[in-house]
């Protein structure tokens, strides 16, 4: 079963805060909610590129998520807080 595309991913404009589209970005629904494995969905309490309603339905979709929110934080947050998002990852591994 082939999955359709959706709409192109949106990202918001930093100085305005107008969404702007993603040529060629495109997220597959029908596949979101298949995974087999537990699921971290990590994002930076800052993110201003990806909205935070967005990433709670996707964490709704995935059965066995876990959505971690990390303070002090933007898009890259693995970058900006490395020690909480390795710390969080290890204890999300078990």
């Known amino acids: ?47 201003h590129l990806t909205p935070s309603d967005a990433v709670r339905r996707l964490a709704r979709r995935i059965p066995d998520s876990r959505l971690l929110t990390i303070p002090d934080a933007g898009h890259v947050a693995f970058q900006d807080q490395p020690e909480l998002f390795l710390r969080s990852l290890l204890d999300f591994l078990g």
């Open 1 to 47: 079963m082939s999955p359709r595309a959706a709409a192109p991913a949106r990202q918001f404009d930093h100085q305005s805060g107008q969404p702007v589209e993603i040529e060629g970005a495109r997220i597959y629904h029908e596949i979101v909610g298949q995974e087999s494995c537990k699921v971290l969905i990590a994002r930076g309490e800052d993110d």
